[in-house]
């Protein structure tokens, strides 16, 4: 069995059907990419699972039908959503976001843990671990959004373009701190990006999303053989 499952899931926007029928599983461990181009529907499948969306079909998570279930719900499942855009709260400091990303934790001892394995896993934020949201560059707030994330002791997190506006160094530290994230704990990944070769550097497969239907779906190794992809994604 699948951790997460999404089986011809369609979502919509008022009357709009913009996905209209993605399947998609992710395992245990594992990690998985939704790539596509601008308006493709990766950010409407992200939201889809989090329930921040209409939709019809069927999604699963870890045996059991969340089809439906509001944001609140999915998150307290042990979904954590990193949305485009980053999503942490600018006048909090960013100790305070963390311990905020924790909110419904009681292991005390583990939060600090997790604390300073966030702080370990991205320095900059040890560094302005004191400054408000407000006052981080745009890299630095992607690393606490995706930190926030982490505190949340989640079993799968939904990354939303997490190098989008990046100065290229930047986004490839946030991936190198993806991939740590990967190889150090248990937690499961979706990767949304439109740069195929960063999201390749951490996921094992992937759909490829055209106009809200699924027109690739492989392996890494797979997609990264197709001239489509290649021609489309990997300059080249
Ligand atoms: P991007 O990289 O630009 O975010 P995407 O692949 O994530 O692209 P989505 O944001 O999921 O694509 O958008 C899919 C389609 O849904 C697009 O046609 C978009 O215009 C439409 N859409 C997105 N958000 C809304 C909304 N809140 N209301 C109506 N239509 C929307």
Redesign the pocket.
Known sequence: MSLLELENVTAS??H?E??HGISFVLDENAAAG?L????????????AISGM?ATTGKITFDGKDITGMRPDQVARLGIAHVP?GRGTISDLTVHDNLKVGAYQRHDRKQIATDIEFCLDLFPNLRERIGSNASALSGGEQQMLAISRAIMAKPRVILL??AS?GLAPSTAQRVYQAIRRLRAESSVSLVV?E?NAMLAFSVVDHAIV?E??TTSLSGTKAELMGMDAVRRAYLGG
């Open positions: 926007y008022g709009a913009v996905l939704i596509g181009a601008n308006g493709a529907g990766k950010t409407t499948t992200l939201r969306v485009e939303d373009e989008l949304v439109q999303l106009i809200g």
